[in-house]
């Protein structure tokens, strides 16, 4: 019954919300839903009421987010707060206005404190302070999450929250100014492959540890969520195993070919430590992630090359 209902995947065009449609559609889901920005500007209130009007979804997946990494939230930290507040709300609200039967709420693993304990758990959260980088979009994420819990205890709708780990995979953001660390890695070794194998500078230390998760496992973490009933409101999504961006780095590097050097700018910030998810929650449902890293990033090269 599910599958011929609507749903509403907002950002569908993105990385996250392109790898939903996708999956669902290989699900077999029939209708599925979605508006370029141009066409729906989520942090209107107007637009965003005038469209549950008219389309009614049954289901909604919040995948639309200003993202992006350490650069762009020092850059622009207003834009990333007041954007992704902007969108999380209109979306929520309308989405308990008009009785949609469950939302999924995509929120990011830079929620957790600074110096978590690893593997971080859901209940670390708010237990203390936040990495400075990235603050603005983590806090408009920690708002969103507590909306989210705050409707399951007042309305008890089955809306649930979702914490992917660090996402990577086909239609990731390679704008330097805007990427994430292992999209960057990927087009400056591009790049320096192609200028006889220049030197690549890198970020930091190389020394701090990530966790990555390709962007079909999220995208079959929501199909999963959607078809079985979560008890509770927020569940972390992880691979389970952390590499250093330095190993990250030689990775990347013989993926792409690049035989020169990597500099690290160590006068760059590493941002948080260590951020390794506790995942356990959702796996004793039967969600599992499947995509190694190494397979994962020769894919996604292999997506960067054709676009």
């Not at 989405?95 to 859901?122: A, D, M, R, T």
């Not at 990427?179 to 320096?192: D, G, Q, T």
């Not at 910030?269 to 994962?296: F, N, V």
Request: include cysteine; charged fraction near 25%.
């Amino acid at each position: 019954m599910i599958k011929s209902e609507k749903i509403f995947i907002a950002g569908h065009t993105g990385m996250v919300g392109s790898a939903c449609w996708k999956i669902l559609k290989q699900r077999g889901y029939e209708n599925l839903i979605g508006l370029p920005s141009d066409k729906l500007d989520l942090t209107n209130q107007k637009a965003t009421e005038d469209f549950f009007l008219k389309h009614k979804p049954k289901y909604v997946i919040n995948a639309a987010a200003k993202v992006g990494g350490i650069l762009a939230n020092s850059i622009y930290p207003y834009d990333f707060l007041i954007q992704n507040l902007s969108i999380q709300n209109n979306l929520i609200y309308y989405s308990l206005k008009f009785n949609v039967e469950k939302f999924i709420f995509l929120g990011s693993s830079c929620i957790y404190p600074k110096h978590s304990p690893q593997p971080i758990k859901e209940e670390y959260l708010l237990n203390g302070p936040l990495e400075e980088t990235n603050q603005w979009y983590a806090i408009a994420k920690i708002s969103g999450l507590k909306l989210i819990e705050s409707i399951r205890i007042q309305y008890k709708k089955n809306f649930i929250s979702l914490m992917p780990t660090n996402l990577y995979g086909p239609n990731d953001n390679y704008d330097l100014e805007k990427s994430h660390v292992l999209p960057a890695m990927i087009r400056k070794f591009h790049e320096a492959k192609l200028e006889n194998n220049r030197d690549v500078v890198l970020w930091g230390s190389g020394n701090v540890f990530r966790e990555f998760l390709h962007v079909e496992d999220l995208a079959n973490a929501i199909s999963f969520s959607i078809e079985n009933n979560l008890n509770e409101s927020i569940y972390n999504i992880g691979f389970g195993e952390e590499i250093s961006i330095k190993n990250l780095a030689f990775l990347v590097q013989k993926v792409v070919g690049h035989k020169g050097k990597i500099i690290w700018d160590k006068l760059k910030p590493d941002g948080t430590p260590r951020k390794l998810l506790d995942s356990s929650k959702i796996r004793k449902y039967g969600w599992t992630p499947k995509i190694s890293l190494k397979e994962g990033i020769r894919e996604t090269y292999i997506s960067y090359l054709k676009n």
